[in-house]
């Protein structure tokens, strides 16, 4: 059984940073692709970024490219999200999760690609 467990969420000013970070167990962290989405009240979840197993690729929406940064530490089983530059619209729960296969080269950023979710943590962007 995989636990993901989000931190760092809260209460931001337009323009500030917050960094979130998703601390994993259960099964070999260094050997999945790890993702960020987001689900803003009355809106469906959405892709935010993704890197692989080793941190060497990363996937980002358009709509944070250039504001947001994932990576990940393997050796503290902990993948992050920088996030810098924040607007209002970027307020939401963030959640993490863990890719379902090992080793995985894809780009995708559909939520099928992974089979465990964090609890989420809120993050809210004020004017």
């Known amino acids: 059984q995989v636990q993901l467990v989000e931190s760092g969420g809260g209460l931001v000013q337009a323009g500030g940073s917050l960094r979130l970070s998703c601390a994993a167990s259960?099964?070999?962290?260094?050997?999945?692709?790890m993702g960020w989405f987001r689900q803003a009240p009355g809106k469906e979840r959405e892709f935010v970024a993704r890197?692989?197993?080793?941190?060497?690729?990363?996937f980002y929406a358009d709509s944070v490219k250039g504001r947001f940064t994932i990576s990940r530490d393997n050796a503290k089983r902990t993948v992050y999200l920088q996030m810098n530059s924040l607007k209002p619209e970027d307020t939401a729960v963030y959640y993490c999760?863990?890719?379902?296969?090992?080793?995985?080269?894809?780009?995708?950023?559909?939520?099928?690609?992974?089979?465990?979710w964090g609890q989420g943590t809120q993050v809210t962007v004020s004017s």
């Open positions: 259960g099964r070999t962290f260094s050997s999945y692709a």
């Open positions: 999760a863990s890719d379902r296969t090992r080793y995985s080269g894809s780009s995708s950023s559909t939520e099928d690609e992974y089979d465990y």
């Open positions: 890197i692989d197993w080793s941190g060497r690729s990363t």
